[in-house]
Protein backbone atom coordinates (compact mmCIF):
# COMPACT_ATOMS: atom_id res chain seq x y z
CA UNK A 1 0.00 0.00 0.00
CA UNK A 2 1.42 3.63 -0.92
CA UNK A 3 1.50 5.55 2.08
CA UNK A 4 2.59 9.59 2.03
CA UNK A 5 2.31 10.52 5.09
CA UNK A 6 5.91 11.76 6.05
CA UNK A 7 6.30 12.90 9.96
CA UNK A 8 4.60 9.74 12.60
CA UNK A 9 1.99 12.12 14.15
CA UNK A 10 0.66 13.67 11.18
CA UNK A 11 -2.88 12.90 10.27
CA UNK A 12 -3.07 15.23 6.86
CA UNK A 13 -1.14 12.50 4.28
CA UNK A 14 -1.00 14.46 0.53
CA UNK A 15 -2.03 11.54 -1.24
CA UNK A 16 -4.70 13.95 -2.86
CA UNK A 17 -2.03 16.39 -3.66
CA UNK A 18 -0.18 13.77 -5.50
CA UNK A 19 -3.52 12.49 -7.23
CA UNK A 20 -3.85 15.59 -8.19
CA UNK A 21 0.04 16.23 -9.77
CA UNK A 22 -0.50 13.03 -11.10
CA UNK A 23 -3.72 13.78 -13.52
CA UNK A 24 -2.51 17.10 -14.25
CA UNK A 25 0.73 15.57 -15.65
CA UNK A 26 0.04 12.41 -17.13
CA UNK A 27 1.48 13.45 -20.78
CA UNK A 28 4.18 14.64 -19.03
CA UNK A 29 5.08 11.69 -17.32
CA UNK A 30 4.64 9.40 -20.28
CA UNK A 31 7.15 11.73 -21.48
CA UNK A 32 9.35 11.25 -18.71
CA UNK A 33 9.11 7.05 -19.04
CA UNK A 34 12.63 5.76 -18.81
CA UNK A 35 14.43 9.03 -18.31
CA UNK A 36 17.37 9.81 -15.92
CA UNK A 37 17.31 12.40 -14.10
CA UNK A 38 19.84 14.34 -12.09
CA UNK A 39 18.49 16.30 -9.28
CA UNK A 40 20.23 18.84 -6.91
CA UNK A 41 18.44 19.78 -3.88
CA UNK A 42 16.22 17.08 -4.18
CA UNK A 43 15.76 17.00 -0.13
CA UNK A 44 14.91 20.38 0.35
CA UNK A 45 10.92 21.29 -0.20
CA UNK A 46 11.01 21.42 -3.50
CA UNK A 47 12.37 18.32 -4.02
CA UNK A 48 10.85 16.33 -1.78
CA UNK A 49 7.51 17.08 -3.72
CA UNK A 50 9.25 16.75 -6.85
CA UNK A 51 10.32 12.84 -5.64
CA UNK A 52 6.84 12.11 -3.89
CA UNK A 53 5.21 13.21 -7.11
CA UNK A 54 7.48 10.42 -8.99
CA UNK A 55 7.43 7.97 -6.35
CA UNK A 56 3.37 8.22 -6.57
CA UNK A 57 2.94 7.83 -10.28
CA UNK A 58 5.94 5.09 -10.84
CA UNK A 59 4.27 3.26 -7.95
CA UNK A 60 0.96 3.25 -9.65
CA UNK A 61 2.16 2.85 -13.26
CA UNK A 62 6.02 2.03 -13.57
CA UNK A 63 7.84 4.70 -15.43
CA UNK A 64 11.14 3.02 -15.99
CA UNK A 65 13.10 6.43 -14.93
CA UNK A 66 15.68 6.47 -11.91
CA UNK A 67 16.41 9.59 -10.33
CA UNK A 68 19.96 10.38 -8.56
CA UNK A 69 20.01 12.68 -6.33
CA UNK A 70 22.77 15.20 -4.91
CA UNK A 71 22.39 15.50 -1.13
CA UNK A 72 24.57 17.02 1.67
CA UNK A 73 23.53 14.93 4.23
CA UNK A 74 21.84 11.77 3.42
CA UNK A 75 21.21 10.50 6.59
CA UNK A 76 19.23 13.22 7.92
CA UNK A 77 17.14 12.77 4.70
CA UNK A 78 16.48 9.57 5.38
CA UNK A 79 15.67 10.36 8.87
CA UNK A 80 12.97 12.27 7.51
CA UNK A 81 11.64 10.96 4.29
CA UNK A 82 12.72 7.05 4.65
CA UNK A 83 10.16 5.99 1.87
CA UNK A 84 11.90 8.65 -0.60
CA UNK A 85 15.51 8.15 0.66
CA UNK A 86 14.91 3.54 0.04
CA UNK A 87 12.90 4.07 -2.69
CA UNK A 88 14.74 1.51 -5.61
CA UNK A 89 14.10 4.07 -8.42
CA UNK A 90 15.71 6.74 -6.59
CA UNK A 91 19.71 6.69 -5.80
CA UNK A 92 21.69 9.36 -3.75
CA UNK A 93 25.43 10.54 -3.89
CA UNK A 94 26.32 13.29 -1.15
CA UNK A 95 28.57 15.94 -1.96
CA UNK A 96 28.86 20.17 -2.18
CA UNK A 97 26.78 21.47 -5.33
CA UNK A 98 29.71 23.33 -5.92
CA UNK A 99 32.14 20.45 -6.47
CA UNK A 100 30.59 17.20 -6.46
CA UNK A 101 31.87 14.17 -8.25
CA UNK A 102 30.14 13.50 -11.94
CA UNK A 103 27.96 10.36 -10.96
CA UNK A 104 28.63 7.45 -13.78
CA UNK A 105 25.96 6.73 -16.30
CA UNK A 106 23.79 8.61 -18.69
CA UNK A 107 21.10 11.42 -17.79
CA UNK A 108 18.93 13.20 -19.84
CA UNK A 109 17.43 15.61 -17.25
CA UNK A 110 18.77 17.83 -15.38
CA UNK A 111 16.58 19.93 -12.79
CA UNK A 112 18.91 22.58 -10.68
CA UNK A 113 17.46 23.13 -7.52
CA UNK A 114 19.95 23.64 -5.09
CA UNK A 115 20.34 26.83 -3.33
CA UNK A 116 20.33 27.84 0.27
CA UNK A 117 17.55 30.44 0.67
CA UNK A 118 18.52 30.96 4.06
CA UNK A 119 18.40 34.74 5.11
CA UNK A 120 20.81 34.27 8.04
CA UNK A 121 23.18 32.91 5.61
CA UNK A 122 22.45 35.91 2.94
CA UNK A 123 22.88 38.55 6.04
CA UNK A 124 25.81 36.58 8.01
CA UNK A 125 27.89 35.66 4.56
CA UNK A 126 26.85 37.31 1.45
CA UNK A 127 29.89 35.90 0.06
CA UNK A 128 29.10 32.36 0.54
CA UNK A 129 25.73 32.97 -0.71
CA UNK A 130 26.52 34.49 -3.61
CA UNK A 131 29.34 31.76 -4.33
CA UNK A 132 27.48 28.70 -3.68
CA UNK A 133 24.91 30.17 -6.27
CA UNK A 134 27.27 30.85 -9.01
CA UNK A 135 29.29 28.39 -8.59
CA UNK A 136 26.79 25.25 -8.14
CA UNK A 137 25.09 26.76 -10.90
CA UNK A 138 28.13 26.55 -13.52
CA UNK A 139 29.22 23.27 -11.92
CA UNK A 140 25.31 22.10 -12.46
CA UNK A 141 25.87 23.06 -15.94
CA UNK A 142 28.85 21.57 -17.04
CA UNK A 143 27.88 18.26 -15.56
CA UNK A 144 24.97 18.56 -18.22
CA UNK A 145 27.05 19.43 -20.97
CA UNK A 146 29.68 16.54 -20.10
CA UNK A 147 26.76 13.90 -20.03
CA UNK A 148 24.86 15.80 -23.03
CA UNK A 149 21.61 16.04 -20.81
CA UNK A 150 18.68 16.80 -23.63
CA UNK A 151 16.49 19.64 -20.81
CA UNK A 152 17.78 21.05 -18.04
CA UNK A 153 15.60 23.35 -15.68
CA UNK A 154 17.65 26.01 -13.63
CA UNK A 155 15.01 26.71 -10.41
CA UNK A 156 15.88 30.66 -9.75
CA UNK A 157 13.79 33.31 -7.82
CA UNK A 158 11.47 36.23 -8.38
CA UNK A 159 13.76 37.91 -6.22
CA UNK A 160 15.97 38.77 -9.48
CA UNK A 161 13.78 41.34 -10.29
CA UNK A 162 14.99 43.48 -7.40
CA UNK A 163 12.25 45.97 -5.47
CA UNK A 164 8.78 45.83 -7.11
CA UNK A 165 7.71 48.92 -7.71
CA UNK A 166 4.48 49.60 -5.47
CA UNK A 167 2.73 50.58 -8.48
CA UNK A 168 3.39 47.14 -10.66
CA UNK A 169 0.71 45.13 -9.05
CA UNK A 170 2.21 42.19 -10.94
CA UNK A 171 5.70 41.85 -12.48
CA UNK A 172 6.70 40.08 -15.71
CA UNK A 173 9.18 38.58 -17.34
CA UNK A 174 10.48 41.26 -19.17
CA UNK A 175 10.70 43.90 -16.56
CA UNK A 176 14.17 44.85 -16.77
CA UNK A 177 14.97 46.34 -13.06
CA UNK A 178 17.28 44.04 -10.56
CA UNK A 179 18.38 44.66 -7.22
CA UNK A 180 20.43 46.72 -5.68
CA UNK A 181 24.08 45.72 -6.48
CA UNK A 182 25.85 47.78 -4.04
CA UNK A 183 23.48 46.27 -1.24
CA UNK A 184 25.20 43.59 0.32
CA UNK A 185 21.27 42.06 1.25
CA UNK A 186 21.24 41.83 -2.59
CA UNK A 187 23.81 38.80 -2.93
CA UNK A 188 20.92 35.92 -3.06
CA UNK A 189 19.17 38.26 -5.87
CA UNK A 190 22.14 38.79 -7.75
CA UNK A 191 23.79 35.37 -7.47
CA UNK A 192 20.62 34.37 -9.10
CA UNK A 193 20.67 37.16 -11.82
CA UNK A 194 24.18 35.76 -12.58
CA UNK A 195 23.22 32.34 -12.60
CA UNK A 196 20.89 32.74 -15.25
CA UNK A 197 23.85 34.74 -17.06
CA UNK A 198 25.49 31.15 -16.97
CA UNK A 199 22.35 29.76 -18.75
CA UNK A 200 22.75 32.06 -21.38
CA UNK A 201 26.22 31.71 -21.57
CA UNK A 202 26.04 27.90 -21.93
CA UNK A 203 23.31 27.84 -23.93
CA UNK A 204 25.40 29.96 -26.85
CA UNK A 205 28.62 28.08 -25.85
CA UNK A 206 27.30 24.65 -25.58
CA UNK A 207 24.33 24.73 -27.17
CA UNK A 208 22.49 23.26 -23.79
CA UNK A 209 18.42 23.47 -23.40
CA UNK A 210 17.54 25.07 -20.57
CA UNK A 211 14.56 26.77 -18.87
CA UNK A 212 14.22 29.04 -16.44
CA UNK A 213 11.75 28.82 -13.45
CA UNK A 214 11.37 31.94 -11.42
CA UNK A 215 10.36 30.79 -7.98
CA UNK A 216 8.05 33.33 -5.67
CA UNK A 217 6.43 32.68 -2.47
CA UNK A 218 5.08 29.31 -1.48
CA UNK A 219 3.08 27.03 1.13
CA UNK A 220 2.73 23.43 1.73
CA UNK A 221 3.75 20.01 3.28
CA UNK A 222 7.60 19.80 3.41
CA UNK A 223 7.89 23.76 4.23
CA UNK A 224 10.30 24.82 7.46
CA UNK A 225 8.00 26.94 9.67
CA UNK A 226 11.30 28.07 11.66
CA UNK A 227 13.14 29.78 8.83
CA UNK A 228 12.67 33.36 7.98
CA UNK A 229 9.10 32.66 5.26
CA UNK A 230 6.26 34.75 6.87
CA UNK A 231 3.82 32.86 6.35
CA UNK A 232 5.50 29.46 8.17
CA UNK A 233 6.03 31.51 10.92
CA UNK A 234 2.95 32.56 11.22
CA UNK A 235 1.19 29.15 11.08
CA UNK A 236 3.62 27.66 13.55
CA UNK A 237 2.78 30.20 15.95
CA UNK A 238 -1.47 29.71 15.58
CA UNK A 239 -0.40 25.83 15.58
CA UNK A 240 0.62 26.41 18.55
CA UNK A 241 -2.15 28.47 19.81
CA UNK A 242 0.14 31.94 20.00
CA UNK A 243 -0.56 34.93 19.06
CA UNK A 244 0.41 36.12 15.65
CA UNK A 245 2.57 39.02 15.91
CA UNK A 246 3.41 41.32 12.40
CA UNK A 247 7.04 43.03 13.20
CA UNK A 248 6.55 45.02 10.37
CA UNK A 249 3.67 47.64 9.74
CA UNK A 250 2.08 44.90 7.67
CA UNK A 251 2.16 46.49 3.77
CA UNK A 252 4.01 44.62 2.14
CA UNK A 253 2.30 42.21 -0.16
CA UNK A 254 3.36 38.54 -1.30
CA UNK A 255 1.08 35.87 -3.05
CA UNK A 256 1.22 32.09 -2.10
CA UNK A 257 1.50 29.09 -5.07
CA UNK A 258 0.65 25.58 -3.07
CA UNK A 259 3.39 23.23 -3.20
CA UNK A 260 0.84 20.53 -5.50
CA UNK A 261 0.26 23.28 -8.21
CA UNK A 262 4.08 24.45 -8.11
CA UNK A 263 4.95 20.72 -8.62
CA UNK A 264 2.59 20.33 -11.83
CA UNK A 265 4.22 23.60 -12.98
CA UNK A 266 7.79 22.19 -12.59
CA UNK A 267 7.32 19.27 -14.57
CA UNK A 268 5.57 21.14 -17.39
CA UNK A 269 8.27 23.41 -17.46
CA UNK A 270 10.78 20.85 -17.92
CA UNK A 271 9.66 18.41 -20.14
CA UNK A 272 7.34 21.25 -22.03
CA UNK A 273 8.64 24.77 -22.26
CA UNK A 274 10.25 26.74 -24.51
CA UNK A 275 14.28 26.62 -24.49
CA UNK A 276 16.06 29.81 -23.03
CA UNK A 277 12.58 30.92 -21.78
CA UNK A 278 12.14 32.39 -18.35
CA UNK A 279 8.67 31.63 -16.51
CA UNK A 280 7.33 32.74 -13.63
CA UNK A 281 6.44 30.77 -10.82
CA UNK A 282 3.93 31.59 -8.67
CA UNK A 283 0.59 33.03 -7.68
CA UNK A 284 -0.86 35.73 -8.81
CA UNK A 285 -3.15 36.59 -5.98
CA UNK A 286 -1.94 39.34 -4.15
CA UNK A 287 -2.05 39.47 -0.14
CA UNK A 288 -0.58 41.86 2.75
CA UNK A 289 1.74 40.63 5.19
CA UNK A 290 -1.04 41.98 7.81
CA UNK A 291 -3.91 40.16 5.93
CA UNK A 292 -1.81 37.19 5.62
CA UNK A 293 -1.46 37.15 9.40
CA UNK A 294 -5.72 37.71 9.99
CA UNK A 295 -6.23 34.72 7.24
CA UNK A 296 -3.79 32.79 9.15
CA UNK A 297 -5.52 33.32 12.13
CA UNK A 298 -9.25 32.69 11.05
CA UNK A 299 -8.17 30.15 9.52
CA UNK A 300 -6.63 28.13 12.27
CA UNK A 301 -8.69 28.68 15.48
CA UNK A 302 -9.08 32.68 15.49
CA UNK A 303 -5.82 33.03 17.74
CA UNK A 304 -5.72 36.46 16.99
CA UNK A 305 -3.08 38.55 15.52
CA UNK A 306 -1.59 41.87 16.23
CA UNK A 307 0.91 44.28 14.04
CA UNK A 308 3.62 45.94 15.55
CA UNK A 309 4.76 48.81 13.79
CA UNK A 310 8.52 48.29 13.70
CA UNK A 311 11.24 49.31 11.38
CA UNK A 312 10.64 46.82 8.85
CA UNK A 313 14.61 45.93 7.87
CA UNK A 314 13.68 43.41 4.98
CA UNK A 315 15.33 43.70 1.37
CA UNK A 316 12.24 44.27 -0.18
CA UNK A 317 9.43 45.94 1.54
CA UNK A 318 7.04 46.27 -1.11
CA UNK A 319 5.51 44.05 -3.79
CA UNK A 320 6.68 40.82 -4.46
CA UNK A 321 3.91 39.23 -6.82
CA UNK A 322 4.71 37.97 -10.25
CA UNK A 323 2.73 37.83 -13.56
CA UNK A 324 1.84 34.49 -13.97
CA UNK A 325 0.25 35.03 -17.49
CA UNK A 326 2.91 33.60 -19.82
CA UNK A 327 3.07 30.37 -18.40
CA UNK A 328 -0.67 30.23 -18.54
CA UNK A 329 -0.83 31.04 -22.26
CA UNK A 330 1.95 29.13 -23.47
CA UNK A 331 1.45 26.21 -21.25
CA UNK A 332 -2.14 26.71 -20.22
CA UNK A 333 -1.20 26.36 -16.26
CA UNK A 334 -3.42 27.80 -13.30
CA UNK A 335 -3.32 28.19 -9.61
CA UNK A 336 -5.96 25.47 -7.85
CA UNK A 337 -5.09 25.94 -4.42
CA UNK A 338 -6.35 29.18 -2.83
CA UNK A 339 -4.74 30.75 -0.17
CA UNK A 340 -6.54 29.81 2.72
CA UNK A 341 -6.80 26.11 1.76
CA UNK A 342 -3.27 26.20 0.66
CA UNK A 343 -2.81 27.56 4.62
CA UNK A 344 -5.16 24.13 6.35
CA UNK A 345 -3.60 21.66 3.97
CA UNK A 346 0.06 22.86 5.13
CA UNK A 347 -0.91 22.81 9.29
CA UNK A 348 -2.30 19.90 9.14
CA UNK A 349 0.33 18.22 7.72
CA UNK A 350 2.16 19.79 11.00
CA UNK A 351 0.07 18.26 13.36
CA UNK A 352 -2.86 20.71 13.51
CA UNK A 353 -5.79 19.37 14.57
CA UNK A 354 -8.20 22.00 14.41
Known amino acids: MLTTTVQSGNEYGISNDLHFVRDACWEVFQELKGARLFLTGGTGFIGCWLLESLRYVDCAQTLGLHVTVLTRNFPAFQAKAPHLANYPSFSFTEGDVCEFKTPAGEFSHLIHAATDASANLNEKNPLKMFDTILGGTRRALDFAVTKGVTRTLFLSSGAVYGVQPWDMEHVAEDWLGGPNYLDSRAAYAEGKRAAEMLCAIYRKQFGANITIARIFSLLGPYLSLDTHFAAGNFIRDAIQGKKIVVNGNGLPCRSYLYASDLTVWLWHLLVRAADGVPYNVGS ?19 VGFEVIGALDIGWNLGRY ?34
Not at 284 to 302: K, M, P, Q, W
Not at 333 to 339: C, D, R, S
Open 321 to 354: VPDVSRVAQELGLHQTVGLQEAILRTARWNGWKG
Open 284 to 302: GVSTSVRDLAETVSDTLGN
